[in-house]
């Protein structure tokens, strides 16, 4: 399951002192005379991955993230390569484990976007700790993420048929032909849905949801009485708290609009009472749904378009593997056990935390993507795979059975 990532608490605080720093509107604008911009992407983990320049420094890597209401930086080694000079530094504290966090608050940036798109005055956050670790998780160096900047003066088209982003004006958008349209409503910088979902057990509710392009799940369903009986603990993400806990189990149907979602892997995390939202809502729905869709956001207008791509009817399969994995190393070529499930295939092979995994069916980790290996732990309930381990500068190998456990 890819990292559920939540920022919200950090952001909000964060939110008040940037919007005091600066009361100029925050808008991305076509370059030109041009009527639409086509900024190319990359999905990585069910991340939304493009480059970016700040101050005319970069390409950086920035995760497109509609659950994200200000510029977050969360590599720090940005604030030495932007030049910011006497920072700001806030401290958010009494969260969790640890005692605070720590953030600079930058300057007005100026940000470009393939000199297609670009913005002045932007206001952003700067991490003085990675303590997310996004770039390990995907891979390859992932420098901060950008939301409500990106979306709120813009329509956006997001085409994950061909891995194209397109930019207009709002109301100089091309619609999709025969494109479902959703009504959205935009809090807090973030956009909003109505759904129903039925439960397991037939019984159907309506849902407010955080429609959150950032997030590696398909739904997640917050302060639910009665779980699905057949379900499995998990770790479901981070957070300012460490790791989310919580349990995974499948609903009858998630209804979108017109489309009925079925069977649908769902993340049911344990109530946190340090974890409050500024906008009320019972849930979200992430990546492992939305990437089954063309999308295009339209926030002026309060609207969202959705056309199913060939992902629409792929099944929602979670890991089979029973591992959770990061990637280390200067280059991000090793692979390192993060974490166990208890009762799963791995740990009945003996797999540990802090293993690495040096090849898979023979092939070397350093020679695939964590996408790559992310399907193939994905790929086939009963199906064997290889593991080459290395612990303790002992070589072993071991034959994991895939298991499908929900």
Known sequence: MPRVVRFNILLCLLALIICATSARAQQFNISGNKKRAYVPFKVIRSMVVIQLK?????????ILDTGVGIMLITDPSLADSLNIVSPRT????????????????APLLNVNIYDRLVSHNVSAAILKEDFFGLSNYAGIPIHGLIGNDFFSKLAVKISFTDSMLV??????????????????????????????????????KTNKLLIDLGAGHSLSLENIDSLPQKRIRANLGIGLNGLIDGHLARVNNLAIGKYGIKDIITS???????FKTSTPRNGSIGMGTLKRFDVIFDYQNGEMYLKPNYNFKETFEHDMSGMSYHAGGKNFDHLI?????????????????????????????????????????KSRDGRNILLELYRDKITDRVVLTLKRRI
């Open 54 to 62: 700040i101050n005319n420094k970069g390409p950086y890597n920035f």
């Open 90 to 105: 806030i401290k958010i504290a009494g969260l969790g484990e640890r005692e605070n966090y720590e953030a600079i608050v």
């Open 167 to 204: 930019a207009t004006r709002p109301g100089g958008m091309r619609i999709f032909r025969k494109a479902e349209k959703i009504p959205i409503t935009i809090e807090g910088g973030k956009p909003y849905m109505q759904t129903k979902v039925t439960l397991s057990a037939g019984i159907e």
């Open 337 to 377: 056990v993060e974490k166990v499930d208890e009762g799963s295939t791995a740990e009945e092979m003996g797999v540990r935390p802090l293993d690495e995994i040096v090849s898979i069916n023979f092939r070397p980790v350093s020679k695939m993507s964590l996408q790559q290996i992310d399907d193939l732990f």
């Open 268 to 274: 049911f995390p344990a109530e946190d009472p340090s």
